[in-house]
């Protein structure tokens, strides 16, 4: 059996081939990702662990600024709880 390592090389290589921008037909494109999710699914790979083994992160490409928050003069009582 192979390790998941060589299993995610082999996905990330189909998803690549499935990448129209890349030349491949749309033929070729349709198979590679056939296959592709036909091995995420068998050996139970989401694209977050796909995501994660390359370095990248799960979020939506945004930063989250913790800065200070301009809170309005009165609040409500239930606004006052749930912050």
């Known amino acids: 059996m192979k390790s998941e390592s060589d299993i995610l090389e ?3 290589k189909l ?3 499935a990448d ?3 030349g491949s037909t749309e033929n070729e494109a349709k198979v590679a990702l056939a296959k592709a999710q036909e091995l995420m699914t068998r050996h139970n790979i989401d694209s977050a662990l796909l995501r994660m083994e390359r370095g990248e992160s799960g979020g939506a490409g945004f930063t989250v600024n913790k ?3 301009d809170l309005p003069k009165t609040l409500n009582p239930a ?3 749930i912050l």
């Open 67 to 69: 800065g200070k928050v």
């Open 15 to 17: 998803l690549r081939l």
């Open 79 to 81: 606004d006052l709880m």
């Open 20 to 22: 129209r921008s890349r």
């Open 10 to 12: 082999k996905i990330r």
